[in-house]
């Protein structure tokens, strides 16, 4: 395993950013539309701006990220399995140095599970 991802749903972006990045001396890795990630210790944490008017499901959601092998065998036995997928497993940009993977599943209690890799 390569670490950890977390997304969260936060009521104000820059309240947020201020918090882990000056307080707690997190480093801002990535600015999205309406998100941004921050390396939480050595972990992926990305924070989501809350939208009133957002339906999506997969706002709140944690997982690790994994090596490329790994990724594969994981999904390829949750499949053999019959594990349901949220998000199929799906890879970006294949054969590229900015390639990535990911698939969702839910746990029994229904919490929503990423797992990712990036090459």
């Not at 989501?48 to 092998?69: A, F, T, V």
């Not at 949220?86 to 698939?103: A, H, M, Q, T, W």
Request: proline share 3%; charged share 20%.
């Amino acid at each position: 395993m390569k670490g950890f991802h977390i997304s969260l749903n936060v009521a104000c972006l820059r309240s947020s950013l201020h918090f882990y990045t000056c307080l707690l001396a997190c480093k801002k890795i990535a600015t999205h539309k309406d998100s941004i990630d921050v390396l939480f210790f050595g972990n992926q944490l990305t924070l989501r701006q809350q939208s009133y008017l957002s339906k999506d499901s997969y706002l709140n959601h944690m997982g690790p990220i994994l090596r490329k092998d790994s990724w594969v065998f994981l999904s390829e036995y949750l499949e053999r399995n019959s594990v349901p997928f949220v998000l199929d497993p799906i890879i970006f940009d294949s054969n590229s140095s900015s390639e990535r993977g990911k698939f969702m599943i839910k746990d029994p209690d229904g919490i929503l599970l990423e797992f990712k890799y990036y090459l």
